[in-house]
């Protein structure tokens, strides 16, 4: 039993020694045989990795298409972000613009009239049937009083009518209660001016033998206590003879958009 042992650790101490003394053999006759196995060994397996290669191709790409998106998505967020706060930038840069050429054609048109004006901004706007006024940002500590015109950059927009102390109302001429001395100014003839329910503007008192056409200018007269003359009100929009009445129906449409007020100038005289 005991012999029987030692004979088989003998054959296995054989076999180690032969393996060893195979592969040191190998290593010295050079790269030969590991090449042919290596080149063994990937014809053996490229067509399980081709099949595999195919097999899983189209999940990486899959997945590599997922990164991808991502990655785009993250890109364009950012881009909407800053395409959104350049935006926003440029629309305060035009505000901001149109606001101080809206001032400075203001201030040139007062220099030219050699008016004493103070600039305001609308603050309040009330139109209805009944009545059609604003409220400006300037009252009685800025010198502002009952009875001032008010224009914007193209004519005459109202009448300050009431003030507190920082703020004041403004009566369009377009409202029912208005009543201004104007002339025409190609004949120099006197009228007032009266405003509608309807918002229309009438010219009163131009006798039927005055010469008056389509497109004459509107000024005020030099009867104003507040007012000066020579402002531009607007232009003669129709005429029209009536069969009975010593005066002609005239309408006149300001040179001012009175649907469109922000900056104004008080005339303090």
């Known amino acids: 039993m005991e012999k029987g042992r030692r004979f088989r650790n003998v054959i296995i101490l054989v076999v180690i020694i032969g393996i060893c003394l195979a592969t040191i053999t190998i290593s010295f006759r050079g790269d030969d045989i590991t090449k042919r196995i290596k080149v063994r060994t990937l014809d053996i397996f490229e067509p399980v990795q ?3 290669f195919y097999l899983f191709n189209p999940v990486t790409v899959f997945f590599s298409s997922i990164d991808d998106y991502i990655g785009l998505r993250k890109k364009y967020m950012e881009l909407e972000k800053e395409n959104v706060r350049l935006l926003q930038q440029s629309v305060e840069d035009i505000s ?54 008010v224009k914007g950059d193209s004519g005459l927009v109202g ?17 029912p209660q208005i009543s201004l001395g104007v002339r025409i100014l190609s004949s120099r003839q006197l009228g007032l001016i009266e405003g509608s329910q309807e918002g229309v503007i009438n010219l009163k008192y131009i006798s039927g033998d005055e010469e008056v056409y389509k497109g004459d200018v509107v000024i005020t007269s030099e009867y104003g206590e507040y007012i ?3 402002i531009l009100v607007g232009r003669v929009s129709s005429v029209q003879d009536v069969p009975g009445d010593l005066y002609r129906k005239i309408t006149i449409e300001p040179f001012e958009d009175l649907r469109e007020l922000e900056y104004l100038a008080v005339i303090k005289k």
């Open 228 to 230: 000066p003359s020579d």
């Open 96 to 149: 901001i613009k149109l606001e101080n050429d809206a001032l400075r054609k203001l201030m040139d048109m007062d220099l030219r009239q050699e008016n004493d004006v103070l600039v305001v901004k609308v603050i309040g706007f009330y139109v209805n049937r009944w009545q059609s006024e604003l409220i400006i940002n300037a009252g009685m500590a800025d010198g502002v009083q009952e009875g001032m015109g």
């Open 159 to 175: 009448v300050i009518i009431s003030t507190g102390n920082s703020s004041a109302s403004v009566r369009l001429i377009s409202d």
């Open 50 to 52: 081709g099949s595999i």
